[in-house]
């Protein structure tokens, strides 16, 4: 982190309809990408682990247990990471199957969020497979899940979940919640209790399918929650994998800071990259009267290895306010003076 900026990135992996291993092959691959090219918060899509569109095969053992599978060769090949990455996959809880983000960092698992809204209306089924998180308290979401014990995975054990918020004191500020796709989409969306109990940083775990016109919907909620709420937003979408029945997914990724969309890709896989400025975000924060006193309340730890952030976002030399697309670099990316 250099100066308030913490890097964050968007990823849609390259996947395959209920190929649990190879998918996470290829989430291993984006994690180590995202890594060397200095990356702290890296969000993936929906149910990126099985794969969204796996219809009826969601309530077959064996999918289930290849996404298990799955996450322990993810978990295992990514010990070394700093990265704090949060992952889509069903998990099992209390005799029923949730849509979950899994957050995860160097070996471990974190916390784990059920996904709250379930669309069940025009090609949407998710409440055929999957129970809504939410009236679950903090306490009442046991899974069980890989852990480490002196950097080695063990045998699974039994936790208790469902903490939305991941604090991170090495960049001061930095508060990250989590929600899944039709979340953003509802009446009242987490993101909002979220950022009143203090997340600086949202993550949007998404399996959004192309219609005509969608796309621009889509990016005015995501830039429109970002100022709404004075927070990063981080919005990753299942790329073209997914398209394998009457379905199209386009991997729309955002990448969105207090109403100014940053970053933006479509159609193709790989990651998004941009800079947040979690400092100007908490300043913004505190100068505003309306916005209300944060309550951190059941959360989650990351730590990372902070280092200088080089900035690849332009910025304006007044106030750092933003620009929209910007002829020439204004800021040099070594920390200089803005020019």
Not at 33 to 40: R, T
Not at 86 to 105: D, R, T
Not at 114 to 143: C, I
Not at 198 to 203: F, K, N, V, Y
Request: net charge negative.
């Amino acid at each position: 982190m250099r100066d308030g900026f913490v890097k964050v990135a968007a990823g849609t992996p390259k996947i395959r309809v209920a190929d649990c291993d190879y998918n996470a092959g290829q989430i291993i691959a984006l994690m180590k990408e995202a890594a060397a090219q200095g990356v702290k918060v890296l969000a993936l899509p929906e149910l990126c682990v099985t794969g969204y569109t796996c219809g009826d095969l969601f309530l077959q053992p064996t999918l289930l247990d290849g996404a298990m599978s799955a996450l322990r060769m993810i978990l295992n090949e990514t010990k070394e990471l700093d990265v704090l990455t949060v992952l889509g996959m069903p998990v099992q809880s209390n005799g029923k199957l949730y849509n979950c983000a899994v957050a995860i960092q160097r070996g471990g698992v974190l916390t784990v969020v059920p996904k709250t809204h379930l669309p069940n209306y025009g090609e949407f089924y998710e409440k055929r497979w999957f129970e809504s998180g939410a009236d679950l308290g903090l306490h009442e979401f046991m899974v069980t899940m890989p852990y480490l014990v002196d950097g080695k995975q063990v045998e699974d054990g039994r936790m208790f979940s469902g903490c939305c918020l991941i604090e991170c004191p090495d960049v001061p500020g930095l508060v990250v919640g989590i929600e899944i796709c039709e979340d953003l989409w509802a009446l009242d969306p987490p993101s909002n209790r979220l950022a009143a109990m203090g997340a600086t940083l949202i993550l949007n775990l998404s399996a959004s399918d192309e219609v005509a016109g969608k796309a621009d919907y889509r990016r005015s909620l995501v830039t429109g929650q970002s100022g709404r709420l004075v927070c990063g937003y981080v919005y990753a979408d299942a790329g073209e994998g997914e398209s394998s029945t009457d379905l199209v997914f386009a991997g729309h990724n955002m990448i969105a800071e207090n109403g100014t969309l940053l970053a933006e890709n479509r159609f193709s896989n790989g990651l998004t990259i941009s800079e947040l400025d979690i400092q100007r975000l908490v300043n913004e924060r505190r100068r505003l009267t309306t916005f209300p006193a944060s309550k951190l309340d059941g959360y989650a730890v990351a730590r990372f290895d902070v280092k200088d952030t080089a900035l690849t976002r332009p910025l304006s030399p007044l106030c750092l306010m933003h620009i929209a697309e910007p002829t020439r670099p204004l800021c040099r990316g070594d920390g200089g003076l803005c020019v």
